[in-house]
């Protein structure tokens, strides 16, 4: 109209137009273009993430999927939550006090889903051997090769985490390929930590929030059972990725 194309258009011809072209403008999808190209080094990694999930585990060895979930904050609110009510939901105060937060470390087993977790101030190399260390403790000794897939966190890299690798040779370090956190299987269980405990965020101090994060991990581990994972979990990604290496080549 402004250019003088048309006196005048109606809302019902600019949705019939989107319609035809099959344009949804309202809706988002967000996305990551790739920093590393996904070629045949690329696929070579979610290939052996694939095999670590899905292969028959010999006794001596396990596979733990390692993360942290940071900047868990108390918000304790400055009224009482009121529990829900005949009628009547859960009622939540809008506005909270800040007391800090916390950053939780954690390892899922693949095999039986069991959670291995510790809360710490800070989220730096120092805290992360400590979190290996609570590993090396709790694990038996008959398990001789522990295999960590992890992301690339410079926390999981640095010089005084590959000195403490040095002297601990049972445990192996394994990458996630750049940006396909979704590879690593305790952020699903991160996910179902959210959901059931975070939905509503109240709790009276950094340390109330600590025993209520180890009582859910001890809860989940009576009743844990592993996440399903097959190859063909991972048959999408390495087919859009030799896609794009033969697009490439050509």
């Known amino acids: 109209m402004e250019d003088g194309v048309v006196e005048s258009i109606s809302p019902e011809t600019v949705r019939r137009i989107l319609e035809h072209h099959k344009l949804k403008p309202w809706r988002k999808h967000l996305w990551l273009t790739p920093k590393t190209p996904r070629d045949a080094a690329f696929c070579a ?15 001596h060895e396990m596979v733990l999927c390692v993360d942290e979930k940071t900047s868990l904050q108390p918000r304790t609110r400055l009224a009482p939550t009121q529990p829900a009510q005949p009628g009547l939901p859960v009622r939540v105060e809008h506005e909270y006090e800040r007391k800090g937060a916390l950053n939780l470390f954690a390892a899922f087993d693949t095999r039986t889903g069991k959670v291995y977790g510790q809360c710490h101030e800070r989220k730096r190399q120092v805290e992360f051997i400590q979190f290996l260390e609570h590993l090396d403790r709790e694990l038996p000794a008959h398990i001789t090769v522990i295999n960590l897939v992890m992301d690339n966190l410079r926390v999981h890299k640095g010089k005084q985490v590959q000195a403490w690798l040095a002297k601990h040779p049972r445990f192996q370090f394994h990458f996630t390929p750049v940006h396909c956190s979704w590879m690593d299987q305790v952020e699903q269980w991160f996910g179902i930590l959210q959901r059931k405990r975070f939905g509503i965020a109240d ?24 996440f399903k994972w097959t190859r063909r979990s991972f048959d999408k990604v390495l087919a859009k990725a030799e896609q794009q290496t033969l697009a490439a080549a050509a």
């Open 203 to 226: 709790f009276a101090s950094k340390a109330d929030l600590k025993d209520k994060l180890l009582q859910f991990i001890a809860q989940w581990n009576r009743y844990a059972k592993p």
């Open 45 to 59: 990694i979610v290939r052996h993430i694939c095999d670590l999930y899905t292969r028959p585990l010999a006794v």
